[in-house]
């Protein structure tokens, strides 16, 4: 059985796939035995509560340093034992040693075919604002192991999504998000569960 820990900061969207996709079978061999947020107004949370999911909030705000979040989070990770860390819209920075400790066991679903619009400062909307500025016809999202730099982590899953005439922002992450963010999340899980993805000189390969 894999123990997944999901961190949230918004609406948790994705976290309610995985919770719908475990429920139906759709990811096998996993339980949610956590959901931690940075943000205690997460309505990511709500949804924890709402299937008896253990949830916590815990934010850099509340600790005199980074240093004394970074110690107290990963403290509060390691307590709830998990196989594997998904990242699902977690607007905080990762602490090195979290990375390091939690090595191609940490996932991360961002919404853009990466290398397009990612790192620093693509996040959000402003990764969709600026697939649309440049004018791209295909977006899509990417599911990619976490490691020391923004984004940059061997890629598990990606998938594509068309541009449409007329997309505003807001139109384009919802699509995203239906069409790709919300399949290939719980997809990568089951695979990883299933022990179907091992990293080879750098790069995810699913077995
Ligand atoms: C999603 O767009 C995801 O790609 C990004 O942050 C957003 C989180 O949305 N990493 P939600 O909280 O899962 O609804």
Redesign the pocket.
């Known amino acids: 059985m894999l123990n997944i820990v999901v961190l949230?900061?918004?609406?948790?969207?994705?976290?309610?796939?995985i919770i719908d996709a475990v429920s139906a079978g759709e990811i096998t061999n996993t339980k949610i035995s956590g959901v931690i947020s940075n943000n205690k107004n997460?309505?990511?949370l709500e949804r924890a509560k709402n299937h008896g999911i253990e949830n916590l909030c815990i934010s850099p705000k509340d600790f005199p340093s980074r240093a004394e979040f970074n110690k107290n989070f990963l403290e509060a990770v390691d307590r709830l034992e998990p196989d594997l860390l998904v990242?699902?819209?977690?607007?905080v920075v990762i602490p090195p040693e979290m990375t390091e400790k939690y090595r191609n066991r940490i996932i991360?679903?961002?919404?853009s075919l990466i290398p397009s619009f990612c790192g620093t400062g693509y996040?959000?909307l402003k990764?969709h604002e600026a697939a649309l500025s440049r004018g791209v016809k295909v977006v899509g999202?990417t599911v990619h192991f976490v490691d020391e730099g923004t984004d940059t982590g061997p890629i598990i899953l990606q998938k594509s999504v068309e541009v449409e005439q007329g997309d505003t922002p807001e139109v384009l992450?919802r699509r995203?998000?239906e069409q790709a963010?919300w399949k290939i999340l719980p997809r990568a899980i089951d695979l990883i569960a299933n022990g179907r993805v091992k990293v080879e000189d750098g790069k995810a390969v699913i077995l």
């Open positions: 949230v900061s918004g609406g948790g969207t994705n976290l309610q796939a997460a309505y990511a990242l699902a819209g977690f607007l991360n679903i961002h919404p996040y959000g990764v999202a992450q995203v998000m963010e």
